[in-house]
């Protein structure tokens, strides 16, 4: 009764998950990869929510920074939209250099070095969990500036609830999660050319005053603070704005997720996104300066500008509000850039050993699921820490995300000078990646600088103990590799006196089912123990390998059949040592997202066939268990072997010693 029960509260929770996280894929679908990836619509507001979100509060943070000097506000708009253009065409060239995606860690390991790498990608992991902590602090910023005062005390398990309903969605899948905010992305787009072009076009008049007051200003400022004082007070706003520019890489880093041609939907998505931004937030400045705004106790900067452009409308009222809480939604859009590309820097630093290899692992649904969850649980600790304080989430923010800009710049700009003799045009493209190092490093040395002590060391400290952490797991991977590496120098190459078997397999015979990965030295110790400790007992072997689709294999059709095509090369050369140790051999695979699952059923099929059948597979021993190797190693054969028990297959481990 124990039992049914059991199984009745299994069934339904599954049916529970299902229901929220979706169905399995269909891994043999020939069109999957065509139906998940995006087109350039569905791509722009997926990843290019998150650059023209950050006009909520990087023009924002900018203008206040000018203090009383408000007109200085004319030159940063010009300035500004020509900074996302810069920025936005030296990423066209990463895309067109680096087409299978990754951004920023990707061209730093393959053009400065591993080590330049794992600090972009630690930078860039940190950056993301920030996109989506202050993408949802300022969203709720906006839509609770329209709600009572005494209400703002629930803005952060507000916020919180957000980022959870965030996480059900992207493991559901990202096109999911995109199409059912694409609505969001265009009301926020529909409402802003309305108050931006309304709020320049009736106050034109005001240009002229403006130009005059930009001479006046300078030649104040000139005889009371001098040319420096101007210039550094400039470079202070402009800087302190440089959350407009935070949302640029996400589209080169989620080159994984678009339609094929992967290059051109990239390209067209940047310019969608470049030029959204740039009108966006420049626009935004000029309305800020000719209406003079100043800041209101507990509202944004853009909803006093709401309210003052539509307070004469009719329902004017309703208008402004349905604009800024657009902007609000908008903004938990944005948040799902952190989602998307988050996880996809850690599973490539997952493939390089950086990061525990379970993070390269897809879900049922082709995500990421375990680095959505981290990168989730992440942002509401941050989200806790911070108290939801936009302004101290903004530096904390900046600062990451131009060290990964000046490390993808300076890369690309050392890839051009090495290939000057052939690239006719490598002065242009060089120029170009320049002139963007120039702005992005020192817009990061200003921001570090200006804000060390009001929140930008706590970013600095999380992303060296990020780096620290990274090189402790690599260290240890280099090292259970070396021992691997040991195992196949001494057992892929020896004597055997056997003679070979050429027979095929009796269903009636006791049968081994040996897991097995990738041919190598773990696979054939496992395979000679079976032999050496059950001599003369198992008379067929029947090896079992699942085709695991990660993030690495899974970027098109061709990788997949590439992987398959890898896995059964490896079984054909178990198959025939087998036979040469006078075993009657097999093998059979599956194609799968989770190792347990594919082996746990491919062995139970083929123990309906061969009933006289032991499962065998191997698992990593350690003379001293420390407390993060379950962590940073699957223990598959343990949890394979639960299942198999449960359903009456006898399953054997077999440990295999690695010196570390």
Not at 475 to 489: E, P, T
Request: charged share 15%; with cysteine; net charge neutral.
């Amino acid at each position: 009764m124990n039992i049914e029960s059991g199984k009745a509260d299994s069934s339904m929770l599954k049916k529970v998950i299902r229901a929220i996280f979706g169905a399995p894929k269909q891994l043999k679908d020939t069109d999957l990869f065509h139906k998940m990836a995006l087109i350039p619509v569905l791509a722009w507001v997926g990843l290019g929510a998150d650059g023209l979100s950050s006009s909520a509060y990087g023009p924002e943070e900018a203008f206040k920074a000018l203090g009383s000097h408000t007109y200085l506000a004319l030159l940063l708009a010009l300035v500004m939209a020509l900074t996302v253009f810069i920025i936005s065409y030296s990423y066209s060239r990463i895309i067109e250099h680096f087409p299978h995606g990754g951004g920023g860690y990707i061209v730093a390991t393959h053009l400065l070095g591993e080590k330049a790498g794992v600090v972009s990608g630690s930078a860039l992991l940190v950056d993301y969990v920030m996109t989506i902590t202050i993408s949802i602090a300022s969203g709720v910023d906006a839509v609770f500036s329209y709600l009572p005062f005494q209400y703002h005390t629930f803005k952060v398990p507000f916020a919180v609830s957000l980022i959870v309903i965030l996480i059900i969605l992207n493991v559901r899948g990202v096109k999911e999660s995109v199409t059912v905010m694409a609505p969001i992305f265009m009301v926020f787009v529909a409402t802003h050319i309305v108050l931006l072009i309304y709020g320049v076009s009736t106050h034109a008049d005001r240009f002229v005053p403006v130009m005059n007051n930009f001479g006046s200003g300078i030649r104040h400022d000139v005889s009371s603070i001098g040319v420096i004082g101007i210039l550094m007070l400039f470079m202070r706003a402009y800087s302190l704005g440089g959350g407009t520019y935070t949302g640029i890489e996400a589209v080169s880093n989620g080159l994984q997720i678009m339609r094929e041609p992967r290059v051109q939907t990239g390209k067209r998505t940047m310019l969608y996104m470049a030029i959204s931004l740039a009108f966006t937030a420049s626009l935004i400045l000029l309305c800020y300066l000719f209406l003079a705004l100043k800041p209101v106790e507990g509202m944004t900067l853009n909803a006093v500008l709401a309210n003052t452009l539509f307070s004469n409308w009719p329902m004017g009222h309703w208008l402004a509000f349905i604009t800024i809480f657009s902007e609000g939604a908008l903004l938990l859009v944005a948040a799902q850039a952190g989602f998307v590309d988050g996880p996809r820097v850690m599973s490539n630093m997952a493939i390089d050993s950086w990061f525990p290899h379970r993070f390269a692992a897809l879900s049922v649904r082709l995500t990421m699921r375990n680095g959505i969850l981290l990168m989730g649980l992440a942002a509401i600790a941050l989200l806790f820490y911070t108290g939801g304080s936009v302004g101290m989430l903004v530096v904390m923010y900046s600062i990451n995300v131009f060290i990964t800009f000046s490390l993808s710049q300076l890369g690309m700009s050392k890839f051009f000078i090495q290939r000057r003799k052939e690239d006719p045009q490598w002065f242009r493209h060089l120029s170009v990646h320049l002139v963007g190092l120039i702005l992005c490093v020192t817009i990061l040395a200003v921001t570090t600088f200006e804000k060390f002590a009001e929140g930008g060391w706590m970013t600095l400290l999380i992303t060296s103990v990020v780096i620290f952490v990274c090189y402790l797991i690599k260290g240890h991977y280099n090292k259970v590799r070396q021992g691997i590496a040991d195992l196949d120098n001494t057992l892929l190459d020896f004597p055997i006196s056997h003679t070979y078997n050429s027979e095929p397999l009796d269903h009636n015979n006791q049968t081994a089912i040996q897991l097995v990965s990738g041919y190598g030295g773990f696979g054939v110790h496992t395979l000679l123990s079976i032999l050496t400790t059950f001599p003369k007992t198992y008379k067929n072997v029947i090896f079992v390998s699942v085709a695991v689709i990660d993030s690495g294999s899974y970027k098109g059709a061709e990788e997949v059949e590439a992987l398959e095509a890898s896995v059964k090369e490896g079984l054909e050369k178990y198959v025939e040592l087998a036979r040469r140790l006078g075993f009657a051999a097999d093998c059979r695979m599956e194609l799968a997202t989770d190792v347990v699952e594919g082996a746990t059923d491919l062995c139970k099929e083929i123990h309906g066939e061969y009933p006289r059948s032991t499962v065998f597979t191997g698992q990593l021993t350690f003379r001293l268990e420390k407390f993060y190797h379950r962590m940073l190693h699957n223990e598959t054969a343990f949890a394979i072997q639960r299942r198999l028990q449960w359903d009456g297959l006898t399953t054997v481990i077999l440990p295999i010693r690695v010196r570390t």
